[in-house]
């Protein structure tokens, strides 16, 4: 089987405060790159897998730094687009115990968003692809965005290419309206839907019963109805939720559940991390691109959800958006338990 792999979305400057530090109060960005769909390229990269990023980046040194971060990291570049005037930018304030992390965006009229669908030769770029993966961010981009999006998923279906699409919803970019209008018709594409709870209800109508995501709680039966009626609804081969446990900005449970058979009594439920943030953004990320990598390379659905929510239990102890760490590095965490004992 085809290890390439094809995300499509924004990459965008990261600038966030160093040691905790508050806007107000710092006198300087740690500087890196990050967004959904690039992150989930570079963490496959890391799996070994053959992953290929496309975007439109402007033609000048910033552009070119943030194609030289994915270049690091093994990501191929050879189909991003150069063009347009600017990067898109986000400043992240990292929180810590009962201070929530702040996100700031600086993205209006980016490159990505001017994109034309002619742009790019979908044709060529899936060619021997085995998966296709995009957010429900980057149609948050604007209808150029949304026209190339389609473009993609058209071609993918045409060449029996695997779709996920991590639904992402973005309240700073789109309203609820405005995400279903455009997300619910795309979704016909999709084989492979992750989500939270949040993200099904923004982006396509459906909120699961008996759920809180202010409370520390959960109640998995709201959470497994809802991944059987989201798998019905549309059509879905696999539907994976994350869960999230929200003690505080600096501790957080992290576990997953999955649905993929037609008559399905009980989710595949994955074990559970007791988390000690260091960076959370990102963890939905990699825990996408462990989904992927786990339904290409395992045997069962079971030990590709296990993968999962461990590869993004390590991302969240991480600085930056790219989860830096191997395959085998994910499968000790599944065989330890997560105990995090010093290897020496």
Same mark, same amino acid.
Request: net charge neutral; glycine share 8%; proline share 2%.
């Given at each position: 089987?085809?290890?390439?792999?094809?995300?499509?979305?924004?990459?965008?400057?990261?600038?966030?405060?160093?040691?905790?530090?508050?806007?107000? =109060?710092?006198? +300087? &960005?740690?500087?890196? %790159?990050?967004?959904?769909?690039?992150?989930?390229?570079?963490?496959?990269?890391?799996?070994?897998?053959?992953?290929?990023?496309?975007?439109?980046?402007?033609?000048?040194?910033?552009?070119?730094?943030? $194609?030289?971060? @994915?270049?690091?990291?093994?990501?191929?570049?050879? &189909?991003?687009?150069?063009g347009g005037e600017r990067?898109?930018?986000?400043?992240?304030?990292?929180?810590?115990? =009962?201070?929530?992390?702040?996100?700031? %965006? /600086?993205? +209006?009229?980016?490159?990505?968003? =001017?994109?034309?669908?002619?742009?790019?030769?979908?044709?060529?770029?899936?060619?021997?692809?085995?998966?296709?993966?995009?957010?429900?961010?980057?149609?948050? @981009?604007?209808?150029?965005?949304?026209?190339?999006?389609?473009?993609?998923?058209?071609?993918?279906?045409?060449?029996?290419?695997?779709?996920?699409? /991590?639904?992402?919803?973005?309240?700073?970019?789109?309203?609820?309206?405005?995400?279903?209008?455009?997300?619910?018709?795309?979704?016909?594409?999709?084989?492979?839907?992750?989500?939270?709870?949040?993200?099904?209800?923004? +982006?396509?109508?459906?909120?699961?019963?008996?759920?809180?995501?202010?409370?520390?709680?959960?109640?998995?039966?709201?959470?497994?109805?809802?991944?059987?009626?989201?798998?019905?609804?549309?059509?879905?081969?696999?539907?994976?939720?994350?869960?999230?446990?929200?003690?505080?900005?600096?501790?957080?449970?992290?576990?997953?559940?999955?649905? /993929?058979?037609?008559?399905?009594?009980e989710p595949y439920r994955?074990?559970?991390?007791?988390?000690?943030? $260091?960076?959370?953004?990102?963890?939905?990320?990699?825990?996408?691109?462990?989904?992927?990598?786990?339904?290409?390379?395992?045997?069962n659905s079971k030990d590709?959800?296990?993968?999962?929510?461990?590869? +993004?239990?390590?991302?969240?102890?991480?600085?930056? /958006?790219?989860?830096?760490?191997?395959?085998?590095? $994910?499968?000790?965490?599944?065989?330890?338990?997560?105990?995090?004992?010093?290897?020496?």
């Open positions: 089987m085809s290890n390439k792999i094809v995300t499509f979305g924004e990459i965008m400057l990261r600038l966030s405060t160093p040691n905790f530090e508050r806007f107000v =109060q710092s006198q +300087s &960005f740690d500087v890196t %790159y990050g967004g959904g769909e690039a992150n989930v390229a570079a963490s496959l990269s890391n799996f070994g897998m053959e992953s290929y990023f496309v975007t439109k980046l402007p033609k000048h040194e910033i552009g070119q730094s943030a $194609v030289n971060h @994915l270049r690091r990291y093994g990501v191929k570049t050879d &189909f991003i687009v150069r990067i898109g930018i986000y400043f992240l304030e990292t929180g810590a115990s =009962q201070r929530a992390s702040k996100v700031i %965006y /600086d993205r +209006s009229n980016s490159s990505i968003s =001017q994109i034309q669908h002619t742009e790019i030769d979908w044709e060529k770029v899936l060619e021997g692809a085995a998966w296709f993966h995009f957010t429900g961010i980057t149609p948050a @981009l604007g209808k150029n965005a949304q026209e190339c999006l389609f473009a993609a998923c058209k071609k993918a279906k045409e060449k029996s290419v695997k779709i996920s699409c /991590d639904l992402n919803f973005r309240a700073k970019l789109w309203t609820e309206k405005e995400a279903q209008a455009v997300m619910i018709p795309m979704m016909e594409y999709v084989d492979v839907c992750i989500a939270n709870e949040e993200d099904a209800e923004k +982006s396509l109508g459906m909120k699961p019963h008996n759920t809180d995501i202010h409370k520390a709680e959960l109640d998995e039966s709201g959470y497994f109805e809802l991944a059987k009626s989201l798998k019905s609804k549309f059509n879905f081969e696999t539907v994976a939720i994350t869960l999230r446990e929200s003690f505080s900005a600096s501790r957080n449970g992290w576990s997953a559940l999955l649905v /993929d058979s037609k008559d399905c009594i994955s074990a559970r991390y007791d988390i000690q943030i $260091v960076d959370r953004v990102g963890g939905g990320d990699a825990f996408a691109s462990g989904l992927i990598y786990g339904l290409l390379t395992k045997s590709a959800l296990e993968f999962a929510v461990a590869a +993004s239990c390590l991302k969240q102890t991480i600085p930056g /958006d790219f989860n830096h760490v191997s395959s085998d590095e $994910v499968e000790k965490i599944i065989k330890s338990g997560g105990s995090g004992r010093v290897e020496r």
